[in-house]
Every structure is written in structure tokens, then in C-alpha cells.
């Protein structure tokens, strides 16, 4: 059963720096599509991060530069590294994976994936 379990929120001034985590268990994540969303209230879920069985990875373009996600393919876990953090980027976090990924399209495959409960994230000015 796939399970994944996200970790690392909290409340940060602009400015901080935050890791999220996402242990995954029921398959494993170097050959899977993973990825980072996140919802805040009244707005619609963005994609923030992914990477693909292949690693390549995509960023929306409002995370460029500040956001790094990984894989530690020995620890079953995906990150994402937060930094210059904005009130903007006050959200719920969630992980998403296709653990059938087969090589298509990994943000459309995430869609049908496995998710997160999600965590949460402030960022106060």
C-alpha cells in the first residue's frame, strides 16, 4: 500500500527557510514521479516542483531560484528546500507520486497519483 507522509512546516518569518519531507513507503521513489503542490485558502492548487523517474526536474517560475526539490533515493524521501520565503507562499503543502510512471507526462500522471495529507505553511511579514 502506498503510503506518503509529508513533514517540515511550520510558521517563518520572510525571509526564512523551510524543508519539507515526504516519506514515502509501498514503492520505490528513484524511478517515480513526484512532485509538490500546494492550495491556499480561496485559491486554486498550483504545482510547485517536480521530478521524474528521470530527473528532470520543473519549477513554477514564482519558485525559480528559491525552491529546490530532491529525491534521497536511499531514504525513500522527497524534499523540498524553502528559502526566501514570502507571505505568498502561506499555503498547504502537499506531496503527490506516480509510482507507475512509465515515462509520459509526470505532471499530468501526478494528477492520478497517490497524495499527502499535506502540511502546513505561514510565512508572516
Known amino acids: 500500500q502506498v503510503q506518503l507522509v509529508e513533514s517540515g512546516g511550520g510558521s517563518v518569518q520572510a525571509g526564512g527557510s523551510l524543508r519539507l519531507s515526504c516519506a514515502a513507503s509501498?514503492?520505490?521513489?528513484?524511478?517515480?514521479?513526484m512532485g509538490w503542490f500546494r492550495q491556499a485558502p480561496g485559491k486554486e492548487r498550483e504545482n510547485v516542483a517536480r521530478i521524474d523517474g528521470d530527473s528532470l526536474i520543473n519549477y513554477a517560475d514564482s519558485m525559480k531560484g528559491r525552491f529546490t526539490i530532491s529525491k534521497d533515493n536511499a531514504k525513500n524521501t522527497l524534499y523540498l528546500q524553502m528559502d526566501s520565503l514570502k507571505p505568498e507562499d502561506t499555503a498547504m503543502y502537499y506531496c503527490?507520486?506516480?509510482?507507475?510512471?512509465?515515462?509520459?507526462?509526470?505532471?499530468?500522471?501526478?494528477?492520478?497519483?497517490?497524495w499527502g495529507q499535506g502540511t502546513q505553511v505561514t510565512v508572516s511579514s
Open positions: 509501498g514503492y520505490t521513489v528513484s524511478r517515480s514521479c
Open positions: 503527490a507520486a506516480n509510482a507507475q510512471w512509465t515515462g509520459a507526462n509526470c505532471r499530468r500522471a501526478l494528477d492520478s497519483g497517490y
